[in-house]
Nanobody, 126 residues
Framework: QVQLVESGGGLVQAGGSLRLSCAAS????????MGWFRQAPGKGREFVAA????????YYADSVKGRFTISRDNAKNTVYLQMNSLKPEDTAAYYC???????????????????WGQGTQVTVSS
């Protein structure tokens, strides 16, 4: 079992930066791939970024590539999402996700796995 708690959301002007954190409980954190998804009002959940269990491999949605960076610290049971050059269209609730799915399976299943945080709101003003 893994419990996830996100933090770091807030209101920022376009062009600004935020860093989201997701703290995980449980001794198996380093066994799971970790990722971030987002959901804007009236829209479906959207994949943002993922990092492998070891931290060696990452991949991103095209919409955030070059602007967002995902990282993890297995010693601290924490995954991060550094968001730079934020745009109004990045406004959404951001959710941390943990599981064993990767790439094509994430696309098919819509998640890395069954463990989700409660979400943190990011609002980018123009």
């Amino acid at each position: 079992q893994v419990q996830l708690v996100e933090s770091g959301g807030g209101l920022v002007q376009a062009g600004g930066s935020l860093r989201l954190s997701c703290a995980a409980s449980g001794r198996t954190f380093s066994s799971y791939h970790m990722g971030w998804f987002r959901q804007a009002p009236g829209k479906g959940r959207e994949f943002v970024a993922a990092i492998s269990w070891s931290g060696d491999t990452t991949y991103y949605a095209d919409s955030v590539k070059g602007r967002f960076t995902i990282s993890r610290d297995n010693a601290k049971n924490t995954v991060y999402l550094q968001m730079n050059s934020l745009k109004p269209e990045d406004t959404a609730a951001y959710y941390c996700n943990a599981g064993l799915n990767w790439k094509n399976t994430v696309t098919t299943m819509g998640s890395l796995g069954d463990y989700w945080g409660q979400g943190t709101q990011v609002t980018v003003s123009s």
